[in-house]
């Protein structure tokens, strides 16, 4: 029932996933003109960001995750962008939805990322940049205010048009797409306005769906990047509010009523429930949209289209609600299934959503066994198991995540659903520590005197970890001790490690009931493990130091 158009609304549903599917936003989006918000954020890898440390620099704030396919597909022009600019002196950084470091991390390697990648862990930077859907991306000049920003993919060549223009201190110029885009639908709208007030509401009506038409058109042409995401969303809704009062106006103009102009108050109310969405009405969306599931309750996109706003406001028992009857609708949709389970993981309902997503995926699996071959049914069977595996994630089942994550792997290889789910896979496998021998590889000691070795634990992994260090296999009557800042523990240890960081630990042994006469200590590494060796007139024997 819906018109096709480039809206948060459409944008939510599709592969640009809102980051109101996570959160409310609570400010309104920065515009050119004005100064960034600060932000200070921690780093993969360590160290952290803060973005007034970057005046002097035109900087470039993309705020992206690794399970978004715009975001990944994007990737390889920023990082060309990067090379280019860099030795002009743009700073590129990313900003992660929060996810774990370690996946990005991984991410990171995976698709040659070498600029600065920030955690933005709970979402409030996000909140204060008004960041509705990813990727978005804002450009900062040197003083810090901001110059562009744009929501969606963004390619090459719209990024040398913003970046020539900010490093060079001019106005970032609209290109002949966006021109058009911007002049159609602000004369289409005086003509749909002027229609309705004549009370030609069929003339109003054609004049929209064909202007809405050519909208759609300009939104898929080769340089649709740079149509600005802000300005043309306002101008669309403000066309489509005034095709909505055509066909309320045809309706209500109708005496006696027809029955079958209902639709025409619900597409009204249709168009008006997406555009307060927009708009971050969420309530008067709301509205809207329960008024066309009344007129229209057979058809599946009132409820589909309630749910996102139901979301951002937090009223996760009604968004469930929409969604399942969106669902029940369309029962062999398979996205209307995830749609469920992404409603029930707003609420922590983790066992309904995997229900959800095995309803999916029995769909999903059974078109694929139909026809095998087809590669966009693969696709999305490996879609469905690797969503699956996010919410076992969720859920904190890590083991049947790892299942599944393989599952979409085998389904979908070569795609970037096997890419996503590989990495996540890795993620939750940590990167082995690292042992090595710091100073003297060994040293003699007498009698009762404790022998003193060193050994270098590092951290490589991009997350804070604690590495838990325990010695197997001590003789009877030997003691060692990992000792660390004045701390000396016998037998175990742990110590908590910055993302990248190391700490030199003794590892001092000593002989409880004497050695007979002098001895030997000496120790050898490999990974994450350490082989101490005691030589004594009493004793002979190797202790394994494990770090895990």
Not at 283 to 291: E, G, K, T, V
Not at 371 to 379: E, F, G
Not at 489 to 506: C, N, W
């Amino acid at each position: 029932m819906s018109t096709n158009r480039t809206s948060l609304a459409a944008l939510a549903f599709a592969c640009v996933a809102a980051t109101a599917l996570s959160g409310p936003a609570k400010a309104s989006a920065p515009a050119p003109g004005v100064s960034a918000p600060a932000f200070s954020l921690p780093l993969v890898g360590g160290g952290s960001v803060e973005l007034a440390g970057l005046r002097g620099h035109v900087v470039v704030v993309n705020f992206f995750a690794t399970w978004c396919p715009p975001c990944r597909a994007e990737t390889p022009d920023l990082n060309a962008a990067e090379k280019r600019y860099g030795s002009q002196g743009v700073i590129f950084v990313g900003v992660d939805d929060r996810e774990s470091a370690q996946l990005v991390s991984v991410w990171a390697k995976s698709n040659g990322v070498h600029y600065r990648l920030a955690l933005d862990g709970d979402g409030k930077i996000e909140e204060n940049y008004d960041v509705r859907a990813i990727p978005t991306t804002y450009v900062l000049d040197r003083n810090g205010v901001i110059r562009y920003r744009q929501v969606d993919q963004l390619d090459s060549p719209t990024m040398t048009l913003a970046l020539n223009a900010i490093v060079a201190g001019n106005a970032v110029p609209d290109s002949k797409t966006a021109t058009a885009f911007y002049t159609t639908a602000a004369s289409a709208t005086a003509m749909v306005s002027a229609s309705v007030q004549g009370a030609k509401f069929d003339d109003a009506i054609a004049a929209g769906k064909t202007a809405n038409d050519k909208l759609d058109k300009l939104s898929n042409a080769d340089d649709s990047a740079t149509i600005d995401y802000f300005k043309s969303t306002q101008l669309r809704d403000a066309l489509n509010l005034a095709l909505a009062d055509a066909y309320a106006g045809r309706a209500a103009a109708t005496n006696p009523p027809d029955p079958n102009l209902k639709k025409d108050s619900a597409q009204a109310a249709d168009l008006r429930g997406l555009a307060y969405t927009d708009q971050e009405r969420f309530a008067d969306a709301l509205q809207q949209f329960d008024l066309e599931i009344s007129l229209a309750p057979d058809v599946a996109d009132g409820y589909a289209n309630a749910y996102l706003p139901a979301y951002e406001l937090k009223q996760f028992s009604r968004a469930i609600g929409y969604a399942q009857s969106a669902a029940n609708i369309a029962p062999d949709d398979p996205e209307s299934w995830l749609t469920l389970a992404s409603a029930n993981m707003g609420a922590k309902n983790y066992p309904a959503a995997l229900s959800a997503e095995s309803k999916a995926l029995t769909l999903a699996a059974t078109a694929y066994a139909a026809n095998p071959t087809k590669k966009s049914l693969a696709y999305e069977l490996g879609r469905v198991w690797l969503k699956t595996g996010r919410s076992y994630l969720a859920a904190g089942n890590v083991s049947a995540a790892r299942a599944v994550l393989q599952d979409a792997t085998t389904t979908a290889p070569g795609t970037i659903v096997a890419q996503q789910a590989e990495e996540q896979y890795v993620a939750l496998n940590p990167v082995p520590w690292r042992m090595a021998v710091s100073g003297s590889s060994s040293t003699t000691s007498t009698a009762t005197v404790p022998a003193k070795l060193y050994v270098t634990i590092r951290n490589p992994s991009a997350e804070s970890r604690t590495v838990h260090l325990a010695a197997l296999g001590l003789p009877a009557h030997w003691l060692l001790s990992f000792c660390y800042e004045k701390v000396c523990d016998p037998f175990k240890s742990a110590v908590t490690l910055a993302p990248g960081a190391s700490r030199r630990i003794e590892l001092q042994m000593v002989p409880l009931a004497g050695a007979g006469g002098a001895w030997t200590m000496s120790v050898t590494t490999q990974g994450s493990t350490a082989s101490v060796h005691v030589s004594a007139k009493t004793t002979r024997a190797a202790v394994t130091v494990t770090a895990s």
